[in-house]
């Protein structure tokens, strides 16, 4: 199934993400954690991309498309993929759907969880996160089993750079004028499943894969 996760900052796009990539037993490519561990490792992308990403802004699309592109290539994603913040330009959903035409494949699904400004900043404001895998966590909705250690691998949780109030603000004024269109454009498509995401972490989910008509 190839299936994108679309939404603004702080929907839960990665959280479920995590989940459901399992379910569907496909890749989960986020764009933020590729740009993420390349700033992490000081590569080239990660010198470029941070410029862009602690401001709150969008890494531009010339350095996007491309990357994302060439992951879809990867031998793994042949059957299928989860996407997690990708496209967030209208840009980069007209690139997609070209990049599937070409190879004659389609996308099955684009699920928009859908979540108010208000819930966003306090979901970002408590969030902790791993810095060896980037699994998610919450101070107060979703709290690790032990303070400061991922319960996956137990990497130590920090806060993200990108989540100061600046910063935060910053992104949510642009995934309103970029990244909220692509909502009417998958609309148009026949592609949009909406799911209420301010429901629990399970809760979620479980819409989600109802709304893929999922069994599990
Ligand atoms: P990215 O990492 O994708 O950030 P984002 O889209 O801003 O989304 P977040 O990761 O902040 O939120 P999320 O929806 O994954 O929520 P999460 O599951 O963590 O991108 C970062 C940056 O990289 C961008 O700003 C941009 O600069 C750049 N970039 C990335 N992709 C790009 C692209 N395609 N083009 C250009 N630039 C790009 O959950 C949030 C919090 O809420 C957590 O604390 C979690 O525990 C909690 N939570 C989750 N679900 C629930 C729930 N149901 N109830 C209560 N709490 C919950
Ligand atoms: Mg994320
Ligand atoms: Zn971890």
């Known amino acids: 199934m190839r299936v ?3 939404g603004p900052p702080g929907a839960g796009k990665g959280t479920q993400a995590k ?3 399992k ?3 496909v890749p989960h490519i986020s764009t933020g954690d590729i740009f993420m561990k390349n700033i992490r490792e000081e590569t080239e992308l990660g010198i470029k991309a ?4 602690h401001k709150g802004l969008l890494v531009p699309d010339e350095v996007t498309i491309g990357l994302v592109e060439n992951r879809l290539e990867e031998e793994d994603a042949g059957e299928g993929y989860l996407l997690d913040g990708f496209p967030r330009t209208l840009s980069q959903g007209e690139a ?6 070409s190879s004659h494949k389609m996308l099955d699904a ?20 791993c810095s060896s895998c980037g699994a998610s ?28 109030e600046e910063a935060v603000k910053e992104r949510l004024r642009v995934y309103e004028s970029e990244t909220k269109p692509l909502v009417h454009f998958f609309e148009l498509k026949g592609l949009l499943r909406r799911v209420d995401g301010t429901k ?9 894969l109802e709304a893929l008509q999922i069994k599990v």
Do not use: A, Q
């Open 4 to 6: 994108v996760l679309l």
């Open 19 to 21: 989940i459901i990539s």
């Open 23 to 25: 379910v569907l037993s």
């Open 50 to 53: 941070k410029e862009y990403i």
């Open 96 to 101: 997609l759907l070209k990049h599937l035409e």
């Open 110 to 129: 684009v699920v928009f969880l859908d979540v108010p400004h208000e819930e966003l900043l306090l979901r970002m404001e408590g969030r902790r996160v």
């Open 137 to 164: 966590y919450h101070l107060t909705f979703n709290p690790p089993r032990e303070m400061e250690v991922c319960d996956l691998c137990s990497g130590h949780l920090i806060i993200r750079k990108d989540d100061t």
């Open 200 to 208: 629990e972490i399970d809760e979620v989910t479980e819409d989600v």
